[in-house]
């Protein structure tokens, strides 16, 4: 079956880094990407990992490997505005289906002072 | 350039009543993708249009459809609404759709049912 985990929550003061962990199940695995969402806000696009290894885009960064079926968002540097629900999503492509994009149940990350 | 547009912003339903909520993407946008966003379940897709046709389905019920228009705009239709039908739903567009292009995101329709 398909499946996508990361984990519920992760707290952490101003300045730290935190790894948002995410892994998955899915048949067709073609990418993994990386959306924020502010409290009744629009989910906002981040990254995405379509080959293994580490993309880079200023205090964020995101990992993938292809072969552990894993993949992680770095927020390093962590501000107040941070304060917001991850997402991972996986996009899958089948010969029955075009470019599906399933999206993980969200990490809220907590910055404290 | 402007965003995506979802209209209408709030909307209160009963049990049994029909919805349409309209989705208007950024220009030049031909796919048209919608999401229904729920406490705890993150975002279940529903399906997504290119070129005025339904290039992919989730798993939902009949009662919920869709359509596009040839400007890229796109209507989705829940008929015979449940209380589980609340929720906030969410519009996205990208170029042409594909996992590897960004979606961006309208500031959703939140439907509560009463």
């Known amino acids: 079956g398909q499946s996508l985990e990361q984990p519920s929550e992760v707290t952490a003061v101003e300045g730290a880094i935190v790894q948002i962990n995410c892994t998955y199940q899915t048949s067709g695995f073609y990418g993994l990407s990386w959306y924020q969402q502010h409290d009744g806000g629009a989910p906002t696009f981040l990254s995405y990992n379509g080959l293994d290894g580490l993309e880079e885009t200023g205090r964020f960064s995101s990992f993938l490997s292809r072969s552990d079926s894993y993949g992680y968002l770095l927020l390093q540097e962590l501000q107040m505005k941070d304060s917001a629900s991850y997402f991972c999503?996986?996009?899958?492509?089948?010969?029955?289906?075009?470019?599906?994009?399933?999206f993980g149940a969200g990490t809220q990350v907590v910055v404290t002072p | 350039k402007a965003g995506v547009t979802q209209t209408p912003r709030y909307l209160i339903k009963t049990r049994g009543q029909q919805v349409t909520l309209s989705c208007s993407p950024i220009s030049g946008h031909r796919s048209v993708s919608w999401y229904q966003q729920t406490p705890g379940q993150g975002l279940q897709f529903l399906f997504e249009?290119?070129?005025?046709?339904?290039?992919n389905k989730g798993n939902f019920p009949g009662r919920f459809s869709g359509r596009q228009f040839s400007n890229s705009r796109s209507e989705m239709n829940v008929s015979t609404l449940e209380l589980g039908d609340s929720a906030l739903y969410l519009c996205?567009?990208?170029?042409?759709?594909?996992?590897?292009?960004?979606?961006?995101f309208g500031d959703g329709t939140r439907l509560s049912i009463l």
């Open positions: 249009y290119f070129s005025e046709t339904q290039r």
């Open positions: 999503a996986v996009g899958t492509m089948t010969t029955d289906s075009w470019g599906k994009l399933q």
């Open positions: 996205a567009s990208s170029w042409e759709g594909g996992v590897n292009q960004p979606q961006h």
